[in-house]
C-alpha cells in the first residue's frame, strides 16, 4: 500500500452503538432456535440459570481479549493478538485457521433460505440462499458505514421479536408449576453445568468484534465494554425466551424440541411469521453480515506481513477489500449450488479455533511486556499476578470449550481438524522465512 499497510487504510467509522449491533447480531444466531430444547433436557426448567453459567463461562473465555483491546488498537484482530503475543510462526498458523473458520458463510445463507421456504412455502432453496448471500456480499462492498446501518435495523428488528416472545409468553406461564422437582434441575448440578457448557454456543460470539477494531472510533474504550455488555444482554434476554419456552407447554413436550413450537401456541399467525422471520430468520443473516464485515481483516493484515499474496488487499473507493470479500462470497456460492455439506463446513475447524484461542488465552500475561508503556496507562490495567490468574482461568475455560467441541464431533470431522491444524502450522514454520511481520498494534 502507498500509505502503509492496508488496514491502516480503513475508515475509522464505528462507533459504540454500531459496534454492539455488530456484537448482539454475531451472537444472536440458529442457536438459541435450536439448543434450548436440548438444554432443557439435560436440567429441565432450570435452563434460564444454564445460560447466566455460559455466559460466565463466555465471559471468561474471552477476558484476556478484553484487556487487550482495552490496551491497543489491534488493526489485524485475532491474527495481530496471536502474533503479539505468541510469535510470528503461531500467526502463520492463524493465518490458515481463520480462512478455513470462515468457509461456513453459506451455512448461515442456506439456513436462512430453509425457514424461509418451509414458512411461506415460496421459492428454491438454493436460489434464495444465493438471493440473501449476494444482497450482504454487496452491502459490505459499498462500506463499513452501510454494513452497520443495515445490521442496527436487521438487529432491532430482532431484539423486538425475541422481546415479543417474552412478552407474550410471560403470562402463559405457570409459576405455580414452574419450581417443582420433577421438572426443576432435573440432572442436578451436573446436568445444570453441562447444559451451560452447551448453551456457550448461544451466548458466544461478542469477541468477533475484536476483528473490527481497525474501523472503531475508540476501540480501547468500546470493544471491551461491547463484548461485556452485548454477552450479559443476550443472557439475560435468552434467559427470559427459556422460562417461555420451558414453562408455557409441559416440559415432556418441548425438551429437545426447537421454539418454533413454543411460539406457535403463543402467537397468532401473523404475530408467528413475524417472530419465525424477524426472529429466527434475521438471527442468521444479522450473523452473515457481522461475518462479511469482519472476516476480511485478519486476512488483510496477514497479507501486509507477507503469509498471503499483496494484491489481495486491493480496497476499493469504499475502503472494502473487494478481492477479499469476493474470494469468501465465490467459495459460498459454490458451496450452496454444489451442496457441500453445511455441517461440515461449519465444523472443519472448530477444534482449530479453539486452540488458538487457547493460544490467545495462554499468553496474556505477556502484554505488560510487549506493550509495557499503552499497558501503564490501560483502563483494564491489573497487577501482573492477577494478570497470570486470568491467563489461567482463560486458559482452563479454551481447553473446556475445545472439548465440548471434540465430544460432539464425529471421527471424521475430528480428523478434518487436526489435518486443518497440522497443515497450518507446517504452513506458519515453512512461510515464516519470507513473512515479515510488522507491528500492527497502536494507541489510539
Known amino acids: 500500500m502507498a500509505n502503509g499497510g492496508s488496514t491502516k487504510q480503513l475508515k475509522r467509522v464505528l462507533g459504540f452503538g454500531d459496534l454492539m449491533g455488530a456484537a448482539v447480531g454475531q451472537i444472536i444466531g440458529a442457536g438459541i432456535m435450536t439448543l434450548l430444547g436440548s438444554a432443557m433436557l439435560m436440567t429441565g426448567r432450570s435452563v434460564p440459570l444454564a445460560l447466566l453459567i455460559s455466559a460466565i463461562i463466555t465471559i471468561c473465555q474471552c477476558l484476556p481479549l478484553i484487556f487487550i483491546s482495552g490496551t491497543v488498537r489491534v488493526r489485524g484482530g485475532r491474527y495481530t493478538t496471536v502474533a503479539m503475543l505468541a510469535g510470528k510462526k503461531i500467526a502463520g498458523a492463524q493465518t490458515i ?10 451455512m448461515y445463507a442456506l439456513s436462512f433460505a430453509s425457514y424461509f421456504v418451509s414458512l411461506l412455502g415460496l421459492g428454491n432453496e438454493k436460489v434464495v440462499a444465493l438471493i440473501i448471500l449476494t444482497l450482504f456480499f454487496l452491502l459490505n462492498i459499498l462500506g463499513i458505514d452501510k454494513f452497520a446501518k443495515a445490521q ?28 417443582g422437582n420433577d421438572t426443576f434441575m432435573t440432572g442436578g448440578m451436573i446436568g445444570l453445568f453441562q447444559a451451560g457448557g452447551l448453551l456457550t454456543f448461544a451466548t458466544g460470539g461478542a469477541s468477533a468484534i475484536l476483528n473490527l477494531s481497525a474501523e472503531a472510533k475508540n476501540p480501547t474504550r468500546d ?34 424440541k426447537n421454539l418454533s413450537l413454543v ?19 434475521f438471527a442468521l443473516i444479522s450473523t452473515l453480515n457481522a461475518q462479511f464485515a ?10 501486509d506481513d507477507g503469509w498471503l499474496p499483496s494484491g489481495l ?25 454444489t451442496g457441500l455439506s453445511i455441517s461440515i463446513l461449519g465444523s472443519m475447524s472448530v477444534i482449530a479455533t479453539g486452540i488458538m484461542s ?34 489461567v482461568i482463560a486458559a482452563v475455560s479454551s481447553v473446556f470449550n475445545i472439548y465440548l467441541n471434540a465430544s460432539r464431533l464425529t471421527s471424521n470431522l475430528l480428523i478434518l481438524n487436526v489435518v486443518v491444524i497440522t497443515g497450518a502450522f507446517i504452513f506458519g514454520v515453512i512461510r515464516s522465512k519470507k513473512a515479515h511481520v510488522e507491528i500492527s498494534y497502536e494507541k489510539t
Open 97 to 106: 485457521i481463520f480462512i478455513f473458520s470462515n468457509l461456513s458463510l453459506s
Open 152 to 179: 442496527n435495523i436487521i438487529v432491532t428488528c430482532l431484539v423486538v421479536a425475541l422481546g415479543l416472545f417474552v412478552v407474550l409468553g410471560v403470562p402463559k406461564v405457570d409459576f405455580s408449576t414452574y419450581y
Open 223 to 256: 470493544i471491551p465494554v461491547v463484548m461485556i455488555i452485548a454477552t450479559l444482554f443476550v443472557a439475560v434476554l435468552y434467559a427470559a425466551i427459556a422460562v417461555v419456552a420451558a414453562g408455557v407447554l409441559p416440559l415432556d413436550v418441548v425438551a429437545g
Open 294 to 303: 469482519w472476516a476480511p481483516k485478519p486476512t488483510m493484515q496477514a497479507c
Open 358 to 391: 487457547f493460544v490467545i488465552n495462554a499468553s496474556v500475561w505477556r502484554l505488560p511486556q510487549v506493550v509495557p508503556e499503552e499497558w501503564s496507562v490501560s483502563r483494564f490495567k491489573v497487577s501482573n499476578g492477577m494478570l497470570k490468574v486470568i491467563s
Open 313 to 337: 488487499v486491493k480496497l476499493t473507493k469504499w475502503n472494502t477489500p473487494v478481492i477479499i470479500l469476493g474470494i469468501l462470497y465465490a467459495i459460498a456460492v459454490v458451496c450452496i449450488i
Open 263 to 281: 411460539a406457535e401456541h403463543i402467537f397468532n399467525r401473523p404475530l408467528y411469521v413475524f417472530f419465525m422471520v424477524c426472529g429466527a430468520g
